[in-house]
């Protein structure tokens, strides 16, 4: 079974920080990660797939790269609406990552 | 504008069966596959099943295979998730979530780009 790592599990953070979580698979997924936001109470949110395609509508600050078994998520500037929960998935077969959350410093 | 409403969900003793359901509005449902996603309150998310557009092919998380039955009716819109012999373990906010794209375990290009609010499974005696 391909299992799914994030690292960090939480981070504090300010507003305008750059912020880069990381996602790792135990086998090679080539470039089938995705990156979801979760905000408390509410389904996750679609952001990135294939490791780098912005969905439409996600602002530019979020950036996706990796290929094979490490990948990143790095927020550029840290804006009030990104404190939120991150989980990578993987589309082999569907596996997600335990989530990485970030809150305010 | 897509919509995904599960419903469904609520208590049940252990050992007994729930049958969730998905109505979705908004998109060609024909067109996609479409997925159960679980999370138990407070903690991760955990895929749970998976169905292609045609029904032709389904896939189980290891937790439930056997005990859990994936089915969709283009005809109406809906997925459905019947889950029999619930235990302890089973209890979660059961999504469903729209794929990219229309078969399932297809790799690269493949996302999970809509979901539901989620419906609660309780499973106590």
């Known amino acids: 079974a391909i299992q799914l790592t994030q690292s960090p599990s939480s981070l504090s953070a300010s507003v305008g920080d750059r912020v880069t979580i990381t996602c790792r698979a135990s086998?090679?997924?080539?470039?089938?990660l995705v990156w979801y936001q979760q905000k408390p109470g509410k389904p996750p949110k679609f952001l990135i797939y294939?490791?780098?395609n912005l969905d439409n509508g996600v602002p530019s600050r979020f950036s996706g790269s990796g290929f094979g078994t490490h990948f990143t998520l790095t927020i550029s500037s840290l804006q009030p609406e990104d404190f939120a929960t991150y989980y990578c998935?993987?589309?082999?077969?569907?596996?997600f990552g335990p989530g990485t959350k970030v809150d305010l410093k | 504008e897509v919509e995904l409403v599960e419903s469904g969900g609520g208590l049940v003793q252990p050992g007994r069966s729930l049958r969730l359901s998905c109505a979705t509005s908004?998109?060609?449902?024909?067109?996609?596959?479409m997925h159960w996603v679980r999370q138990v309150p407070g903690k991760g998310l955990e895929w749970v099943s998976g169905?292609?557009?045609?029904?032709?092919?389904?896939d189980y998380a290891d937790s439930v295979r056997g005990r859990f039955t994936i089915s969709r009716d283009n005809a109406k819109n809906s997925v459905y998730l019947q889950m029999n012999r619930l235990g302890a373990e089973d209890v979660a906010l059961y999504y469903c979530?729209?794929?990219?794209?229309?078969?399932?375990?297809?790799?690269?290009?493949?996302?999970?780009?809509?979901w539901g609010q989620g419906t609660l499974v309780t499973v106590s005696s």
């Open positions: 908004g998109f060609t449902f024909k067109d996609y596959a």
């Open positions: 294939d490791a780098s």
């Open positions: 169905i292609s557009w045609n029904s032709e092919t389904e």
């Open positions: 998935q993987q589309f082999y077969t569907y596996t």
């Open positions: 979530a729209k794929a990219k794209h229309y078969d399932i375990l297809s790799g690269p290009g493949d996302a999970f780009d809509m």
């Open positions: 086998q090679d997924i080539r470039n089938a």
